[in-house]
């Protein structure tokens, strides 16, 4: 989105009109408009006026939305059938608008009969597609009084049921809350009771747009392009004052005092985002050692050391350190976030790295909280938290003293005979194909084709006699690094094997492990299909530079170049493995 | 507001909202004329005229909104001059 976005400036998202005009121009306006995203609207109410707000926000947020709307209330059928236009699209995205009416026919219909219904389709859903699913609470009515048995209170239980749903299945499942656009815009602006008797269409444009720029943020994280780092300076920022100056006692963080109730609160929101898994980073022009002392041992300071995976705290340009901070965590610097009090800073970095959003923090310091909301609203929403990324920051950690080790070696050789790495590979488990199918969602760098998979393609390929998922567990002595390597194998006829897949996180860069990955999996396509030649193509992108010369590296002889696709092949009687003697290979 | 700006807004929201280019909409364009003026689309555009002048129709005016001209005396009656 480049010549594009200027079309999005001032729009006053709330009006169809509006919406309407800036859509229609940006796309007479570029030719690209970001990565694709097919969404398929399953919905048994009206759901039209949706589909404009969402291709307004997708193209807003640098996504190219192809909106389906289902045919009405008929969605058992059309997840049933194999030849529906659901199935036809294959959406990334799928959405179930749903009105209680359709699960309660009466006020009184019991709570566990109204869920019973929804856990089938919500589990159906699941099956028949391989879709993100988004889906929504119930919208309360209005009630002045609740004696726990009301209607409202009963629908009050149903969403709550809804929510513990999503939470239990976050792989899959992401909520839009239609009671928080109520609450946002008002009844009045979001319910439009006379369409919704004439035409079943519940909801005016208020309401529409709200729900519509969830969606496209929940289209961002499903493609892996959602914010993943917080990079936040420290005096005016995490704590009021200067700490240099006012010293350990005289900064604001007193949660009884204004304004250091406003920095304590503010500690308290950035703690729970790291909790969801974003990467949390300091950047702060201050002497190290106060920092660090002042993190160990304010009373009152909530964030410690250990919650941030990387920190530059120096006299040094920010801008530079934050280029620093994308190399250390081996991220891109369209994934930062950056917050500051200094108005200078965040102009200066606005200019020097645009890719980085910035925040400033509010002169106001009372609407501070707040501005913070709602930065974590825009940019970290929807959370997707796995097992694996609750334990990020603290493999970034050890990666951090690493690195530090690292500067007392002199050749790479030793130091990675230092680190004691092990690597098991084994053929894909059921209980890792969450994790894989997020790997080729997220990884863009060490990643020779990226082409993002849902859970059940995965899935699927576990009993495959023609298709063979291998995944790679990594570990070094200062701890386990998790599943970090994928390649998926496709058997082509009697003697040919494919490589589909094959990626690498990029917390376990310059290890080599590459190699070993690879020279493991030639060894299962020999054993297990008995091939000779082994096919593999690069796919550039503008992110998998890292993988650009695996294949060359690794004896694969280049056959041609079609479109930039770069096609290889290996005749596996020629090949010749790469040893490393510091890798150690776990046997099963 | 003077007929001339209510005119030229209500043509210029259906050719939006109905997607057709503006001389495709005549002084007799109707639900008969244009042909994706359908009832979906209708909604849209009932939705998007109270937007863009601020006002609301009933049940029954909905209904009633079938032909341009329609619209224009609908909207006149309810537009302060």
């Known amino acids: 989105m480049t010549t594009a976005s200027v079309v999005f400036e001032g729009v006053d998202e709330t009006r169809l009109m509006a919406v309407t005009t800036a859509v229609k121009s940006a796309r007479a306006a570029a030719q690209e408009h970001g990565p694709r995203l097919a969404v398929h609207v399953m919905a048994d109410c009206t759901m039209d006026g949706l589909e404009t707000f969402l291709d307004f926000h997708a193209l807003r947020g640098g996504l190219d939305a192809q909106v389906v709307l289902g045919r009405y209330n008929i969605f058992h059928q059309d997840l049933v059938n194999p030849a529906s236009d659901l199935h036809a699209l294959n959406p990334r995205l799928l959405v179930l608008a749903l009105v209680r009416d359709s699960f309660a026919s009466e006020p009184e219909t019991p709570v566990e009969a109204v869920t019973a219904r929804l856990e089938e389709l919500f589990r159906l859903a699941a099956e028949r597609t391989s879709a993100a699913i988004a889906v929504n609470t119930f919208v309360l009515p209005v009630a002045d009084y609740d004696r726990g048995d009301s209607a409202a209170g009963r629908i009050g239980v149903v969403n709550d049921w809804i929510r513990g749903f999503v939470e239990a299945n976050r792989a899959r499942f992401f909520l839009c809350d239609w009671n928080r656009y109520v609450a946002a815009q008002g009844r009045e602006a979001c319910l439009d009771w006379r369409y919704w008797y004439l035409a079943k269409a519940p909801f005016k444009p208020a309401f529409l747009t709200l729900y519509a720029a969830d969606l496209a943020k929940i289209g961002r994280a499903v493609l892996g392009l959602a914010k993943k780092v917080l990079v936040l300076d420290c005096d005016g920022t995490l704590w009021g004052g200067v700490l240099g100056e006012d010293g350990l006692d005289g900064v604001a963080l007193n949660p009884g005092d204004y304004p250091g109730n406003v920095f304590h609160a503010v500690q308290r929101q950035i703690l729970e985002l790291g909790r969801r898994g974003v990467l949390l980073a300091l950047c702060s022009k201050n002497n190290a ?50 917050v500051d009090d200094n108005p200078f800073e965040v102009e200066s970095l606005r200019a020097l790295l645009p890719q980085v959003e910035t925040v400033l923090v509010p002169k106001a310091l009372y609407l501070y909280p707040e501005a913070i909301a709602r930065m974590a609203d825009r940019f970290f929403y929807p959370a997707s938290q796995t097992a694996e990324d609750a334990g990020r920051t603290r493999l970034y950690q050890a990666r951090r003293e690493a690195e530090e080790v690292r500067a007392g070696f002199t050749d790479m050789a030793s130091y990675l005979r230092s680190l004691d790495i092990s690597i098991d590979i084994h053929p894909i488990a059921a209980a890792e194909v969450a994790r894989v199918a997020q790997l080729t969602q997220k990884t863009n760098q060490f990643n020779v084709h990226k082409q993002v998979y849902g859970e059940a393609e995965i899935a699927s390929a576990v009993d495959s006699a023609d298709r063979a998922v291998y995944v790679g567990v990594v570990g070094d002595r200062f701890g386990a690094l998790g599943l970090t390597n994928v390649c998926i194998l496709d058997r082509r006829g009697e003697d040919e094997a494919a490589i589909d897949a094959f990626l690498m996180s990029c917390r376990v860069f310059e290890r080599n492990l590459e190699y070993v990955m690879l020279d493991h999996v030639i060894g299962e396509a020999r054993r297990r299909w008995r091939v000779s030649r082994l096919r593999a193509c690069f796919v550039p992108s503008a992110k998998n530079k890292p993988a650009e010369t695996f294949f060359d590296n690794a004896g694969f002889a280049l056959e041609r170049v079609e479109d930039g696709v770069r096609h290889y092949v290996l005749e596996l009687a020629a090949y010749q493995p790469k040893i490393f003697d510091y890798i150690r290979k776990i046997d099963n | 507001m003077d007929t001339i700006t209510i005119h030229n807004t209500i043509i210029e929201v259906m050719a939006a909202i109905l997607d057709v280019s503006r001389d495709q909409i005549g002084d007799d364009a109707s639900m008969d004329t244009i042909k994706a003026w359908d009832s979906l689309k209708h909604m849209k555009l009932v939705m998007t005229l109270e937007q863009e002048f601020g006002i609301e129709f009933d049940d029954q005016e909905v209904v009633d909104l079938l032909s341009l001209r329609l619209i224009e005396l609908a909207v006149r009656a309810k537009v302060p001059a």
Do not use: Y
């Open chain 1, 289 to 338: 050692a106060d920092v660090l002392h002042a993190l160990e041992t304010h009373p009152h300071c909530l964030l410690k050391p250990g919650d941030f995976a990387a920190m530059k705290v120096d006299w040094e340009n920010k801008a530079g350190n934050i280029a620093q901070l994308a190399r250390e965590l081996n991220l891109g610097l369209d994934s930062f976030v950056f």
